[in-house]
Each structure stands twice: as C-alpha cells, then as structure tokens.
C-alpha cells in the first residue's frame, strides 16, 4: 500500500492504492470517498479535461462522499455492469474480507439531488452526523464543506476553483441559516472562510434537529431497492426489465447475485432488505426463497411490490413442469407456479412483456413511493 492522490477528489494525503496481480485494477481507500475499485484505464478518463467528464467527476466524489463512508467493509467498484462482470471472473479472490458491487453512470444520476432543496436536506443530515448531543457546536472545514454542499468545479476555471467553491459554501450555508436550521456562531468566520482560514462554527438549531428527525423518519433519501426474483438463465430479461423500472423511477436496484461477498448470504441479504425503502417481487418464475424475503421486508414495515407475467397470473392451476435428476425415462413432475393464495389477494402489477413491465413498475413505484 503506498500514499498517492485520491483519483476522485484529489485528496492528496489520505488515499492509498493497491494494483492487483494482474495489473489491470486500481484499489483505492480514501478519507473522502471510502474504498473502491478502478479500471486501470479510468484514471486516464478521469483526469481529462472534457467538461461532461469532469461534470460526472464530480457527481461521482458527491456521491461516494455520502453513500461509501460508513465503517463496515464495504467497496465499490467503478464501472459499467461489463467492466464489474470481467472483473468478477478476473479476481476471484478479491473480496475475501470486502463486499464489492458494482456503482454505474445511471445509479449516481438515480441518486443525485434534483434541485437544490434536495441538496440542503441532504447536507443537513450529513451535518447532523457530525453531533455528539443535541446543541452540540460543530466546526466545518473547507475540504469535507465543498463535498457537502455539493459545490462543482466551473469548467473554466479548473486550476483555480478554490475561491468559487468557498463563495458556494457561504451560499449554502447562508440558505440554512435563514431556514432557521443551522446558526452561524461568528459570522466573521463566515465572511472570512478561505484556504487560509478553512474552518467555520456552527451549531443546529431545535427547528433544525425537529427538520432532521422528519427526514431520518421519511427515509427521504433511501434511494435502495431490494429485488427478490428467480435468477435462472430465463430471467434476465425479467431481471433487466425491473432494474430499468426501477432506475427510471429514480432508485437504486439492489440485487444479491450481483454483489461479490464472502459472507454468510442470509444475514448479508436480509441487511440489505432492512436497508432498503422498499422491496419487487417478481413470481413469475417460482422462487419461494422470494416469498420469505418479501415477507420479511413486510415484517420490516417496508413497501412490497409484487410482478407476475400475464399469462401465468391467469392460469388456474398451480403447476411448473420440470425434469427430475433421477428419472432417466425424462419424465416431467410438477410444482406451485401461479401465484399463492396469500398474495392472491394484494394489487399485483400485471406485465405482458419487458418494455411494458419496465413502464408499469416505473409508474407504480412514481405513484406509490414516490
């Protein structure tokens, strides 16, 4: 391991990088963005000075800064879904204490805030985080301040942004504080806040802390979605289908097959359940493994919604055919196929083919969460 600049924020002190064996991936740890995982060809596309690059740049450290900090093992991998499957086949053994899923273009874009309300509540949660009790002061510094208020780099001053990041900070930090969600001790640390004087006071406010709680109970920004489904080789039309759903409705699809782990798989998959807002269910295909964990998630409180292809919704019996292992005159036996009588009586999302259950769920899950 060796000291080297962050390839995400720049952080010049705080990273470190491993290449792998085969020296064709970058492993990453920093302060700022967590740990993950590059291409060896995506620091090349990094450090350009393409302006839609460095627009994703940025979106991509906003993200990692408040979706890959937290103190378990986790790491991310930097890529499209291509780049994360060859490197599932080329290191192996990579994740044996980590568990590694993938983050792509369309996840960060699902993910970022809309407008500006958006990125004032998220930054008041993140500053929140930072409390030891209620009334506590904090002090802000310059390099996590341009992270939380999600400040950019304008495209024509890239080697010299500090000034305009910090005039963005002030805007931010003026914005809540006549919310009346954050007071600002000394207003000269505010009028003087530069590289040279990094670091500001302030404190949350009660309407602030009750602006908080609010969010935290609303789960405003669990953009998680937790996918329980058959995933044989038949399925992944239907897999693609509910992942595009899902990111169209602006949410994040989780998917255990998808993430490399050499974890226990039942607790790992029930915490992801737990962490998720809500959970799809598609009984197209018989998996009762989907059953219990859609029954779980309900136990959780949390939001179920149940996909079936038409054909198989109306049938009238319950049947499956396939072929037993141990029967070599290749007799089919049969098993439950259409849906079970208990979800027989819940509103299910009906589908005819995959461009209409991708339009369907993104529309329900628009109008039942939201």
């Not at 805030?113 to 930054?123: C, G, S, T, V, W």
């Not at 009334?135 to 010299?160: C, Q």
């Not at 309900?298 to 049938?315: H, N, P, W, Y």
């Amino acid at each position: 391991m060796e000291k080297c600049r962050c390839y995400i924020c720049s952080n010049h002190f705080a990273s470190t990088k491993r290449v792998d064996q085969n020296d064709k991936y970058y492993y990453m740890h920093c302060e700022n963005c967590g740990g993950y995982i590059l291409p060896r060809l995506s620091p090349y596309l990094l450090f350009t000075n393409d302006q839609d690059m460095l627009i994703a740049k940025e979106k991509l450290s906003h993200y990692l800064f408040y979706n890959n900090r937290k103190k378990d093992l986790r790491t991310l991998f930097i890529g499209e879904k291509d780049e994360f499957s060859k490197f599932k086949k080329d290191e192996p053994f990579a994740p044996m204490k980590e568990i590694i899923r993938c983050v792509d273009s369309s996840q960060i874009d699902s993910w970022y805030p809309k407008n500006f309300a958006e990125k004032l509540n998220y930054a008041l949660l993140k500053l929140s985080e930072k409390l030891k009790y209620d009334g506590d002061s904090l002090f802000l510094f310059y390099e996590e301040a341009k992270l939380i208020f999600f400040t950019v780099v304008p495209f024509d001053k890239i080697n010299d942004d500090v000034p305009d990041r910090i005039e963005q900070i002030r805007y931010f930090l003026k914005a809540l504080s006549e919310l009346g969600y954050i007071e600002i001790i000394s207003q000269e640390e505010l009028d003087d806040l530069c590289i040279n004087n990094p670091h500001i006071e302030l404190s949350i406010t009660p309407k602030g802390l009750d602006k908080i709680y609010e969010l935290h109970n609303a789960q405003v920004f669990n953009k998680n979605v937790f996918v329980a489904m058959s995933f044989s080789k038949s399925t992944v039309g239907i897999r693609n289908a509910i992942k595009r759903g899902i990111k169209d409705a602006g949410y994040s699809p989780e998917i255990m097959d998808e993430i490399v782990h050499n974890h226990q798989i039942v607790p790992e998959m029930l915490r992801l359940i737990s962490e998720s807002k809500f959970v799809i269910m598609d009984i197209t295909e018989p998996n009762f493994g989907a059953y219990y964990e859609a029954g779980y998630a309900q136990g959780l409180g949390k939001e179920v919604i149940i996909t079936c292809r038409a054909d198989i919704f109306s049938m009238r019996d319950f049947r499956c055919e396939y072929k037993t292992d141990d029967d070599k005159s290749c007799v089919f036996k049969t098993t439950a196929r259409k849906p079970h009588f208990d979800i027989a009586q819940k509103q299910i999302l009906i589908w005819e083919d995959y461009k209409d259950l991708t339009k369907k769920l993104s529309e329900w899950i628009k109008y039942i969460i939201g």
